[in-house]
């Protein structure tokens, strides 16, 4: 085996678009891929210090929407401009936006799932957020369940810098281990 020393490497590593209202109610969105699923509704994002981690201390509130392969290049150009140099970002992605229903924090339209998260804590650049409500836009769900192959959520690569779509199923969970369960 090669070794490679600490990296920041997970695979896949989910593209997360993270909106929230500045003081002015205005939209605002930023890409982060190091983000989690951390316990019963609960994500903890590893963020700086952004116009975004401001918003969201200033509102207790932020959405998590899914990058897609639709979305792909307004996704990525929210994570290399910054909404203190260009405070228009969100409409010059061509995103838009309604309220959510249950935080203080916008849910971007063209993103078809959405975590709806207030906010436990942010220190030492770590947010936990309390999931209080996940939204999915029809298309994207089959028999009422959000169906992947309708949505085509994207993973970052940090390797080689790349945004990959998800790949076919290969087996079904807690499923296909009980071949092995079943013989011993």
């Not at 909404?83 to 935080?103: N, T």
């Not at 993973?155 to 281990?177: E, N, T």
Request: proline letters at 4%; a negative charge.
């Amino acid at each position: 085996m090669k070794n490679f020393k600490a990296q920041s490497w997970i695979f896949p590593m989910p593209v997360l678009m993270i909106g929230t209202y500045d003081e002015n109610g205005n939209p605002n969105v930023m890409n982060a891929a190091w983000g989690m699923i951390s316990d019963v509704h609960e994500i903890t994002i590893s963020l700086s210090n952004h116009k975004t981690t401001q918003n969201l201390l200033y509102t207790n509130a932020f959405t998590v929407g899914f990058a897609t392969e639709s979305m792909i290049q307004a996704c990525d150009y929210a994570g290399i401009v910054s909404a203190s140099q260009v405070p228009d970002k969100f409409d010059k992605a061509g995103f838009h936006q309604k309220k959510s229903e249950f935080v203080n924090a916008p849910v971007i339209e063209e993103l078809k799932v959405a975590l709806e998260c207030k906010v436990k804590s942010y220190k030492d650049e770590i947010l936990i957020g309390e999931i209080v409500n996940v939204c999915a836009d029809e298309e994207v769900l089959t028999d009422g369940q959000i169906d992947l192959n309708k949505l085509k959520p994207v993973s970052f690569d940090p390797i080689h810098h790349m945004y990959y779509s998800l790949g076919k199923p290969v087996a079904q969970a807690f499923q296909v281990g009980k071949g092995i369960k079943n013989e011993l």
